[in-house]
């Protein structure tokens, strides 16, 4: 076989496209020639940080991924986790950070239809959406605009293509202005019996593109856009075209169409067609099952027929799969296909040996080893420098005390914690998100985590958080990403359900800093330490580098998934109060002074600073089985963790719309400390029976303190507060009005 031409002048077209001369002399050394065009175009994408983790590898491999529960760990296009009764759940997080702040609705929509297609591709019906969003200074018009784009995005992608979007976060900082973080969490449930796996079985199956014709739009989206940072400029309008374009009417056939193959088991295998294209699910498939392919790029249905062969190969135009089929089931598949009205076309086959050749036009235009594009990447042992927040040492602690000492005006102060917009209820945002299509949704929008049903016929089901907070760990690394796992795990426990295993989507900045490095080394220790002591192996996830516009990064901020599996959602514990004159109790630790990167910092003197207690991870765990037994067995009625805003936010959230609350608190804390305070592992219930409560967390070894009792009145009453509660809604309701617009 003729190898394919050398592309014009290689080494400066490599260096274009963002690989350095290092790995293009590793491309040389790999091929034993100069390489063409077409396959610069593949090395290029499959070698950027996006698709080869060739800076973030080393670590990840050190967490924990095996568990009792776990059927499908990191490798595939997403987890898989056994809940019982004959059924799986699998369930994923991605990020669209730099395509949603190029292009907030498409590049948002598109993250949506991504992580949907990484969960349809493992045989499962999707079934929820979360979307845990981080946004610059609201007060900037161009803040205002990315928000307004993602929303609508999300919303517009979601409730079109008929998957709820149960719950997520809103957050605020600065450090988001010019890198916004778009995450988009997803699970699907499908038999136990019959996962999909992305890899080529057989030599001989045929390799069939199943869904949208391929277009100019998305070349290079993900894989590129996410492998580089801003300039100081901003965003450069002729990164447009890299933003994918996304229909969801079209992804609903897909859906459809594929859950009737899967069913009919007519594939011996299928991938996702996301970052890179058809270079990724072809080599990957390929590389999977040590085997070859043979692809002929001009039947592959174009939007464009002008397009070279490297453009087809890294488009990431959406909606679209790649199947291996055998040659007896072939006609099955295509006229499944037809009856759903979407396109299927037999593109190329399985070969032996390692090749993976592309012709275009009758010519040789890619012939490389299938797996040094999806497995024998550089790898990157980045220099590292120790993280130190400049402002670390800082005593927030006994600043916040002689402040107070000299006067302070709490009222005023929960009120602005209350009244933040990271804390104010986000209904401006959520309101236009369809929450229940599908009839699986039993706590959505509002609830410490989502509680998912199912099937109509079992009871059994799932509760589902996402938790973040890059303040934590700006401040400490790896004791906030304890912070951050313990916090999601401690959402789903609140349901009464066992948290059982967990996804990451890990946002940094620029991994050529050793600064940058440090952080992501740390957090990945703090994360590892988190869930081996509260078993959430991880699953899968994404790693999210250069997030960052000049010198100014993001916070480092990983966002945890963690799923829990509920014996019977019908007595799920909600998060808010269900009665007055129940006992409402702090449950898990005390309360210690804990206003390092609180909330009521940063809206009152606008710094993140201080140093962070470590969390006890054991005691943590302890609390989760707890929870789980008080809930199940009915011992409280409710149960809200306390952690952004302090215990102020928690209890005016339990309250909600129809309760208040009286408390007599005997502390030895500070008024402030006592309010303000985010110490982590502590969770406010609610109980018709205190006596029982103080029992059970006694048997677990929980610290135990009664703050008081729920009424009817709508004032929370304790210390020098007395709020009247229909004000502070009416407050918090006008927040995102009045920063977004009406």
């Not at 050398?6 to 790999?30: F, H, N, Q, S, W």
């Not at 020639?33 to 090395?43: F, I, K, V």
């Not at 993976?356 to 012939?367: A, I, K, P, S």
């Not at 048997?699 to 502070?728: M, P, Y």
Request: glycine share 12%.
């Amino acid at each position: 076989m003729t190898a394919p031409a050398p592309a014009p002048d290689p080494r400066t077209l490599a260096r274009e496209l963002g690989m350095t001369d290092d790995e293009y002399e590793k491309v040389v050394l790999t091929l034993g020639r100069e390489p063409s065009t077409a396959e610069l175009g593949t090395y290029s994408v499959m070698w950027s940080e996006h698709c080869s983790y060739k800076s973030s590898k080393i670590y990840l491999k050190t967490l924990p991924t095996e568990g009792p529960n776990i059927l499908v760990g990191p490798g595939e296009n997403a987890g898989v986790v056994d809940v019982g009764d004959g059924l799986a759940v699998t369930f994923k997080i991605e990020s669209h950070n730099h395509p949603s702040y190029v292009e907030p609705f498409q590049g948002a929509a598109t993250g949506v239809g991504g992580i949907i297609r990484d969960i349809l591709t493992m045989g499962a019906r999707p079934i929820a959406l979360m979307d845990p969003l981080r946004f610059g200074d609201p007060a900037l018009a161009k803040t205002r605009q990315v928000v307004d784009g993602v929303v609508r995005g999300i919303s517009h992608y979601g409730n079109s293509i008929g998957v709820p979007t149960v719950g997520g976060e809103v957050a605020f900082d600065p450090c988001y202005n010019g890198n916004p973080l778009v995450n988009v969490f997803c699970v699907g449930v499908l038999p136990s019996d019959n996962i999909q796996l992305a890899k080529a079985e057989s030599v001989g199956d045929i390799a069939v593109l199943i869904g949208q014709r391929t277009g100019r739009d998305g070349i290079g989206g993900a894989s590129i856009l996410a492998s580089e940072e801003f300039d100081e400029d901003g965003i450069d309008d002729a990164k447009r075209p890299n933003v994918q374009v996304g229909d969801p009417f079209a992804g609903k056939q897909l859906i459809e169409s594929c859950l009737e193959l899967y069913a009919a088991d007519l594939l011996s295998g299928i991938q996702d067609m996301g970052a890179a294209g058809i270079a990724c699910s072809t080599s990957e498939m390929a590389s999977a099952a040590g085997l070859g392919m043979s692809v002929d790029l001009d039947k592959v249905e174009l939007r464009e027929a002008s397009m070279e062969a490297w453009e087809i190969l890294c488009s990431e135009s959406q909606e679209r799969m790649l199947a291996m089929v055998s040659p007896d089931k072939l006609d099955e598949v295509l006229a499944i296909c037809e009856r759903w009205q979407i396109d299927a076309s037999p593109i190329g086959e399985v070969t032996g040996g390692d090749r993976l050749v592309f012709h275009r036009h009758g010519e040789l235009v890619h012939d490389a080893p299938a797996g040094s594009l999806a497995h024998d990447g550089p790898t990157y042992e980045r220099p590292v420098a120790e993280w130190v927040h400049p402002l670390r040492d800082v005593d927030v602690d006994g600043d916040a005390a002689a402040q107070f000492a000299d006067g302070r005006d709490l009222i005023a102060d929960v009120m602005a914690v209350l009244t933040s917009p990271n804390i104010a209820p986000p209904a401006w945002v959520t309101q236009q998100y369809d929450s229940i299509v599908g009839h699986g949704t039993v706590q959505g929008i509002g609830a410490d985590a989502a509680v998912i049903r199912l099937d109509p016929g079992v009871t059994r089901g799932i509760a589902i958080a996402t938790d973040g907070n890059g303040r934590w760990c700006a401040l400490d690394p790896t004791e906030g990403a304890r912070r951050v796992v313990a916090e999601s795990a401690r959402n789903v426990a609140c349901t009464g359900a066992r948290p059982v295993a967990a996804t990451n989507c890990l946002n940094f900045g620029s991994p050529e800093s050793p600064a940058i490095m440090g952080q992501f080394r740390d957090t990945i220790t703090g994360m590892g330490e988190a869930c081996l002591a509260l078993g959430t192996p991880i699953t899968g996830g994404n790693v999210s580098f250069y997030n960052q516009t000049g010198e100014v990064a993001v916070h480092p901020t990983p966002v945890m998934g963690v799923l829990g599996v509920h014996p019977n959602v019908a007595i799920a514990t909600p998060s808010g109060f269900t009665s007055a004159r129940h006992a409402v109790l702090l449950i898990g630790a005390k309360t210690a002074p804990g206003l390092s990167g609180s909330e009521w910092d940063w809206v009152t003197g606008e710094r993140i600073a201080g140093s962070l207690d470590p969390i006890d991870l054991e005691r943590e765990a302890r609390l989760h089985t707890f929870l789980a037994i008080a809930g199940t067995d009915g011992v409280i009625a409710s149960a809200h963790d306390v952690s952004t805003g302090g215990l102020a936010t928690s209890l005016v959230e339990a309250c909600g719309t129809d309760f208040g609350v009286t408390l007599d608190l005997r502390t030895p804390l500070p008024e402030h400390q006592m309010w303000f305070s985010e110490s982590p592992g502590r969770v406010v219930v609610s109980a018709a029976d205190p006596r029982a409560v103080d029992a059970l967390a006694r048997e677990h070894d929980l610290d135990v303190e009664v703050l008081g009792l729920t009424t009817n009145a709508r004032r929370l009453v304790g210390g020098s507060l007395d709020l009247d509660l229909d004000a502070v809604a009416t407050a918090q309701a006008r927040v995102f009005p009045d920063l977004l617009g009406p």
